[in-house]
């Protein structure tokens, strides 16, 4: 079943302008990962926050956790074309607490796309 | 090094038959994953093996599907008397062992389509 929920579904924006995407969870999670999905590159780490951590940047990115809300956001600064992809947001279940081991449990994802 | 590796890229089956796909981890990743991505949707979670084992297969959607490690390395998912609902991308990824829930690399996955 989808644990997280991915908000907007389809973002599209101009290039250099701000992306936000948000993500919400249900159940207890070790850490929260990021991901991209394009055609030319399958799907790619971006960034990974652990549930002590509150925020975390890494390059052009930006992510927050709110474990009290269950909730995630993805900003990406300074938007290119070459961000134009799938954004997913996975979560990884705390030990004992079910989720399905070691697999990330993956929201529907949003769909952005940047104007040139 | 070599990044994972799926095979074939693409699979078109007759309702029925039984289809095998495989999966190369990066060497030294003790973890696999499979997962299946419906058109428009996330990835749904399979299986997880670390090493040969698989201690937890809640994923797998039916009896039909089932999966295999052996010596550490490739994966084969096979799925049997293959039904048009199974059409999908199946994505394999590894990880470090001791990486729990931590960074996965995926391959490029497998797109299989049951007519």
């Known amino acids: 079943s989808q644990q997280g929920e991915e908000d907007p579904q389809a973002l599209s924006i101009q290039e250099g302008e701000n992306a936000t995407m948000n993500c919400s969870y249900k159940?207890?999670?070790?850490?929260l990962q990021w991901y991209r999905q394009n055609s030319g590159r399958g799907l790619v780490h971006l960034i990974l926050?652990?549930?002590?951590?509150r925020e975390k940047h890494s390059g052009r990115l930006r992510v927050t956790l709110d474990t009290s809300k269950k909730s995630s956001s993805l900003l990406i600064t300074a938007s290119r074309a070459a961000d134009t992809a799938s954004y997913f947001c996975?979560?990884?279940?705390?030990?004992?607490f079910g989720g399905g081991a070691d697999g990330l449990t993956f929201g529907k994802g949003t769909h952005l796309i940047i104007q040139p | 090094g070599a990044g994972v590796s799926q095979s074939p890229s693409n699979k078109v089956t007759e309702k029925g038959k039984d289809v095998e796909l495989r999966c190369d981890p990066i060497?030294?990743?003790?973890?696999l994953y499979w997962y299946r991505q419906s058109l428009g949707q996330g990835l749904e979670f399979l299986i997880y093996?670390?090493?040969?084992?698989?201690?937890?297969k809640s994923g797998l959607p039916s009896d039909r599907f089932s999966a295999e490690r052996t010596g550490g390395s490739v994966s084969t998912l096979t799925i049997q008397r293959t039904q048009q609902e199974d059409s999908a991308v199946y994505l394999c990824?590894?990880?470090?062992?001791?990486?729990?829930?931590?960074?996965?690399?995926f391959g490029p996955g497998t797109r299989l389509t049951v007519l």
């Open positions: 926050i652990r549930s002590n951590e």
């Open positions: 996975a979560t990884a279940g705390r030990l004992g």
């Open positions: 060497s030294g990743h003790t973890a």
């Open positions: 990824a590894s990880s470090l062992a001791g990486a729990w829930g931590g960074e996965q690399f």
């Open positions: 093996f670390q090493g040969n084992s698989a201690p937890d």
């Open positions: 159940t207890s999670i070790n850490n």
